[in-house]
């Protein structure tokens, strides 16, 4: 049976649409009015590799079995959707209309699915040993999650790296490192039903007989996710210097030492709050996957644009390590010169 699918946010969003819609299901995307335009002309371009494939695939949406629609966030019509997927970054949430469609998703009981890096707040509730922990510090504005239910948000850890090339046109993404989306279950049974069916259907696409890389994978862990951590703040964060920033390649490589143990203090963290070492991903593979990743973050990309503000996982996870007793000086570090790159653009007085 077809499920309809929300997705809110249209670039990483649309890789996760594109594996629903090969899948036969149908997806709305809420985005820009301009955007919303484009991809109901002209449909979302998803460039993929599969396995032993020396290039890419475009797959596009138009010759796919589920329906691709676009819209703005006030234009929804909320009582068609079986399921809610984030995927804009945690900053957006703030926007005015996003902020009231938020409040009428919660008021509906959808169950939210999120593939952001940055968890939503009634997820990190659901944990025990965060969910009385003042974190709120690490959001842009935490009333946004303040009307949801925990028992109906999960997070789906969005380990595919993909971006948009700058010089094409706002419905093309490239995935540069096709790994599964990591889910964790819900509360209700009956949307665990759901996201398996939705797992199992993506699970049997071929495309010309051969298996298409990026899964969902459901875990009954809540930790699963948080492995993802260790990865951020690894790699991602430290693409941001005091100086221009840097791949995630040479911010993982650049000194392995240091790398490995902000890694494992990481994964000690999440082990510490109940996540089992086989939640976890080693870091020799994370190494080695980094190899490949020659760009910088996109929370660096942001910053070295101008963005007032990013997802902050850095400041989150520091919040929790501090709060845990658990604190690390490179992590605090990291902190820092992130507040500094940020603050450097209010200093100049650019933003005003």
């Known amino acids: 049976m077809a499920r309809n699918i929300l997705i809110l946010g249209a670039s990483y969003g649309s890789l996760l649409a594109t594996k629903l819609l090969m899948a036969g299901h149908n997806v709305t995307l ?62 957006q949430y703030t926007n005015h209309t996003i902020r009231v469609l938020m409040i ?36 842009t504005n935490a009333q946004v999650w303040e009307r949801f239910e925990p028992g109906l948000v999960t997070l789906c850890s969005p380990d595919p790296q993909a971006f948009r090339p700058p010089e094409e046109a706002a419905n093309v993404l490239h995935v540069g490192l096709p790994t599964n989306f990591k889910a964790s279950a819900f509360a209700d049974p009956a949307h665990n039903k759901l996201l398996r069916e939705l797992e199992a259907d993506i699970d049997a696409v071929k495309l010309d007989g051969q298996d298409v890389p ?10 699963v996710p948080l ?29 392995l030492n240091v790398s490995q143990s902000i890694y494992e203090h990481v994964d000690a963290v999440a082990r510490r709050l109940g996540a089992d070492p086989g939640d976890q991903v080693p870091f020799a593979k994370y190494a080695k ?5 020659l760009k910088p973050s996109s929370a660096a990309r942001a ?40 603050n450097e653009r209010l200093e100049s007085g650019a933003g005003i």
């Open 30 to 91: 809420i985005c820009r009015k301009n955007t919303a335009e484009l991809i109901n002309r002209d449909g979302t371009e998803v460039r993929i590799k599969l396995r032993d494939e020396p290039n890419h695939r475009a797959i596009f949406s138009r010759d796919l079995p589920g329906k691709l629609d676009a819209t703005s966030p006030d234009k929804v019509d909320l009582p068609r959707y079986d399921l809610v997927g984030l995927a804009m970054q945690e900053p």
């Open 303 to 342: 910053v070295a644009a101008g963005a007032p503000f990013i997802e902050r996982v850095d400041l989150l996870v520091k919040l929790i390590s501090h709060q845990l007793g658990m604190t690390n000086a490179n992590i605090d570090r990291t902190v820092e010169v992130v507040d500094q790159k940020l």
């Open 227 to 255: 492995a993802k951590w260790s990865m951020l703040l690894t790699g991602n964060y430290r693409c941001i210097t005091p100086e221009e920033p840097q791949s995630i390649r040479d911010a993982v490589h650049g000194d």
């Open 104 to 139: 009428k998703i919660a008021a509906a009981k959808l169950p939210c699915l999120s593939i952001m890096n940055m968890p939503p707040l009634p997820y990190l509730k659901r944990i025990p040993g965060l969910a009385d922990m003042n974190l709120e510090e690490a959001y």
């Open 214 to 223: 990026v899964k969902l994978k459901v875990f009954d862990s809540l930790f």
């Open 289 to 293: 996957a980094a190899e490949s990743l």
